[in-house]
């Protein structure tokens, strides 16, 4: 049996991270003199008791160098587990979820899918709306980098933990994994930073910039607002548009930048490519907007830019006319949001890396078949992609449209019509965090699902975030044998 002690203890370590974080929306809603402010008070002192009782537990379990099979559960368990803790402050206090809802809204949070089931964030206390940015911010890398903290004691270097993560470390522009975390943590916060004083300078409240500073960067999506970005339409999406590119770019071309060599950022090619699919999408549909809805030329290149921009990034923010987008235009939206953004980014879905190596493996494929003496190798970057590699995508490829499938079906037969199924769990899988249809249309949220779709949609986030293999992994029988 695989030896769980090293696993709990680290977790238990973070959960007295988490703990002390609850201290910050805690002190915001005391401050106003919201009662608000002692629930969070009550969920940080279950979380730190929690936490300490399980460090305590398993103080002397770390002797050895964690394997592989324990560094899975960790990342399994670190993005399933700690929700449970970070939705008590929903459960307690303002809103009173359900305990299944407010599970719900962590992990969404954590998974930066952005997703919601509540209505009336206007009138949440300033805590609780500052609580689902930081779950949002921590989501992003955040969780990774206090993972980080713990690897001395993992003794392994870190990288096994990457790995489990799908985190691509582009040929490992540092030696060290605990030397990443840290870097990476620098770059995240300076992001954020300059996200947070943008938003300031264009008129957004000091709750609003730093809620949405934190989710923009994470490309998380949760709100201050009801209506989102519509609060600041304007220069809010353009300004918005811009940190939603930076968040979803790979985050190791800012670790090569900031050593002084921007070469690599502009010659990636999943960046570049990233960027060329995305106004090609924002072009179609702004010239769809125009001359189909009569919308004029700039709120037309607008609001496309920044919905489409927040699908593709996996963020889930929304503005304008968003909400009731149909045919082409909702089209396009699923096949951005299914592709998704870069690998090495806080973003989700399929990733512009994963599909560019299945375009190129399918031209090569096509090229033998009408040249068959000629040897077709499929390349990346200009070097040859090998077969575990292509094996692996299309393991994943043939995973994510399956689950696509059967989560759909399974969420219509839960009474949720057709097209809010479909949607659903499409942004749940991508991590993508609004969907379509008709349950969707009156408020915005997923408020009028039943619980077995919400308990569906929380599965779909998981396994998005996650990259699908790693649930899927800890399934097998064979994994837990020795």
Not at 32 to 45: I, M, P, T
Not at 90 to 115: N, R
Not at 176 to 193: G, K, M, N, S
Not at 370 to 381: D, F, H
Request: with cysteine; proline share 4%; net charge positive.
């Amino acid at each position: 049996m695989i030896d769980m002690r090293p696993v709990a203890y680290v977790i238990g370590r973070i959960l007295i991270v988490l703990a002390i974080l609850m201290m910050a929306p805690a002190l915001v809603d005391l401050g106003d003199r919201q009662v608000n402010g002692l629930r969070f008070l009550e969920s940080a002192l279950i979380t730190g008791l929690t936490g300490a009782c399980v460090v305590l537990s398993t103080r002397n379990a770390l002797r050895g160098a964690l394997s592989l099979k324990q560094a899975y559960l960790l990342t399994v368990g670190i993005w399933a587990l700690l929700p449970l803790f970070g939705a008590l402050p929903f459960y307690i206090g303002a809103p009173h979820l359900a305990f299944s809802d407010a599970y719900f809204e962590a992990v969404s949070g954590i998974t930066t899918t952005g997703a919601t089931v509540i209505f009336g964030l206007d009138q949440l206390p300033a805590g609780m709306n500052l609580w689902r940015g930081m779950l949002n911010w921590l989501g992003g890398l955040g969780i990774a980098f206090i993972a980080m903290i713990f690897l001395p004691l993992m003794r392994v270097g870190g990288m096994q933990f990457f790995r489990t993560e799908g985190f691509d470390t582009f040929g490992k522009a540092l030696p060290r994994a605990r030397d990443i975390a840290r870097e990476l943590a620098r770059v995240y916060v300076i992001l954020t930073a300059l996200c947070i004083c943008a938003y300031g300078l264009i008129g957004m409240t000091a709750l609003d910039a730093v809620v949405n500073g934190a989710a923009t960067i994470a490309t998380g999506g949760f709100s201050p607002s009801d209506i989102s970005f519509e609060k600041y339409s304007g220069a809010g999406e353009y300004v918005g548009t811009v940190f939603m590119l930076l968040g979803s770019l790979p985050y190791v071309r800012y670790l090569q930048m900031l050593r002084g060599d921007a070469r690599p950022f502009w010659q990636d090619e999943q960046a570049r490519a990233y960027l060329r699919w995305l106004c090609g999408a924002v072009v179609m549909v702004t010239v769809w907007q125009h001359f189909h809805a009569g919308m004029p030329w700039e709120p037309a290149f607008r609001q496309s830019l920044f919905n489409l921009t927040s699908i593709m990034s996996s963020t889930g923010f929304f503005s304008g006319t968003f909400a009731s987008w149909g045919g082409f235009m909702l089209i396009v939206a699923f096949l951005v949001g299914m592709v998704g953004a870069c690998s090495g980014s806080s973003a989700a879905g399929l990733s512009v890396f994963r599909v560019q190596i299945a375009l190129a493996a399918l031209r090569a494929h096509l090229a033998q078949i009408t040249r068959p003496n000629t040897v077709a190798l499929v390349k990346y970057g200009g070097r040859r992609v090998e077969n575990d590699v292509l094996n692996g995508l299309i393991l994943f490829f043939t995973g994510y449209i399956v689950i696509l499938g059967v989560l759909t079906v399974a969420m219509s037969l839960t009474g949720v019509d057709t097209l809010s199924s479909l949607f659903a769990v499409w942004t749940s899988l991508g991590n993508v965090g609004y969907g379509f249809g008709p349950l969707v249309l009156r408020t915005g949220t997923f408020i009028d699902f039943p619980q077995a779709a919400i308990a569906i949609m929380t599965l779909a986030m998981l396994l998005g975030r996650l990259g699908l293999l790693a649930i899927m992994v800890i399934l097998l029988p064979s994994f837990w044998r020795r």
